[in-house]
Every structure is written in C-alpha cells, then in structure tokens.
C-alpha cells in the first residue's frame, strides 16, 4: 500500500502561481511513476503532468506546458506540481498518483494509487 496526501491548493488570482506537493508513504517511492490529474466540476478527470521514476522524464497535457512543473524529490518521498500563469479553467481538484507498470504516464486508469486531492481556484 501507498498513500499519498496532496497539499498546498487554495485561491489565487488569475496570473498567480500555487505549488502543490504529494507525500508518500509506505511502499519506496523511487520504484513509481507520479502523476497529477485534475477535475473540473461537471467534467471528466485528465492528466496534467507525470514524470518517470528517476525525474528524468516529464509530460505534460498541452493546456499547461510552459505554465506547469512536475518535479520529485524520492529523498523526501515528494512530488510537486508548480504552477504558474494560473488561469481561471485551471480550477479543479487536482490529484496525485502512483504508477508502477510502464505505462504511458497519461493512462490515469492504470494507476495504483490515489490521493484524495486538493482544490484549486483560479478567479478573475
């Protein structure tokens, strides 16, 4: 078993920046993938960013490239998720995973382990 919990959402104004983190814990966390995916309400749940287990690797949905960072830092057990430029349709519960297979990082319906999110609005 792995939890994850995310923090750092809240309320920012259009243009600012949030940096989410997603703790592990139990399993080594180094052996995962990690991704972040995202809710609007009344939509379905995408991907954002992932990255491979040594941080040597990234992806990113194209509405946030250049806007979002997806680092990790297995010493801490940490995954973050910078995010700058921050615009209104960015508003959503924003999720961290774990991936163990060697899926495409963006296959949201393969990963093993699930945190509960935290929420992010963007105003105007």
């Known amino acids: 078993q792995v939890q994850l919990v995310e923090n750092g959402g809240g309320l920012v104004q259009a243009g600012g920046s949030l940096r989410l983190s997603c703790a592990a814990s139990?399993?080594?966390?180094?052996?995962?993938?990690m991704g972040w995916f995202r809710q609007a309400p009344g939509k379905e749940r995408e991907f954002v960013a992932g990255?491979?287990?040594?941080?040597?690797?990234?992806d990113y949905a194209d509405s946030v490239k250049g806007r979002f960072t997806i680092s990790r830092d297995n010493a801490k057990n940490t995954v973050y998720l910078q995010m700058n430029s921050l615009k209104p349709e960015d508003t959503a519960d924003y999720y961290c995973?774990?991936?163990?297979?060697?899926?495409?990082?963006?296959?949201?319906?393969?990963?093993?382990?699930w945190g509960q999110g935290t929420q992010v609005t963007v105003s105007s």
């Open positions: 995973a774990a991936l163990s297979g060697p899926e495409p990082l963006y296959s949201d319906y393969l990963y093993d382990y």
């Open positions: 139990g399993r080594t966390f180094s052996s995962y993938a």
């Open positions: 990255i491979n287990w040594s941080g040597g690797y990234t």
